[in-house]
Nanobody, 118 residues
Framework: QVQLVESGGGLVQPGGSMSLSCAASRSISTINAMGWYRQPPGKQRELVATIDSGGRIDYADSVKGRFTISRDNAKNTVYLQMNSLKPEDTAVYYC????????????WGHGTQVTVSS
């Protein structure tokens, strides 16, 4: 089991940057994959970026070249650096952890609001 706590959301102007952090309650080196998802207003939750224990990274097409996911195993923290933000990036951003041990277990943080507006 793992608890995830996101931080770093808020209001930013279009074209601006923002960094999100996700602190895990256990060593993230024992977690198969971690990622960021987002849920825009009135829409379903969608994948933003994931990073697995081997360092493989995947991004949604809509954020490629603008967002960067990274992990710091020593701090048990995953980051999402968001640049060139657009109004359509406005959403609640959720941290996700995937643990595979006999079965697959998925954990979510409570989410942090990111609003891109002038």
């Amino acid at each position: 089991q793992v608890q995830l706590v996101e931080s770093g959301g808020g209001l930013v102007q279009p074209g601006g940057s923002m960094s999100l952090s996700c602190a895990a309650s256990r060593s993230i080196s024992t977690i198969n994959a971690m990622g960021w998802y987002r849920q825009p207003p009135g829409k379903q939750r969608e994948l933003v970026a994931t990073i697995d224990s081997g360092g493989r990274i995947d991004y949604a097409d809509s954020v490629k070249g603008r967002f960067t996911i990274s992990r710091d195993n020593a701090k048990n923290t995953v980051y999402l650096q968001m640049n060139s933000l657009k109004p359509e990036d406005t959403a609640v951003y959720y941290c996700n952890a995937l643990i595979r041990y006999l079965a697959t277990y998925t954990y979510w943080g409570h989410g942090t609001q990111v609003t891109v507006s002038s």
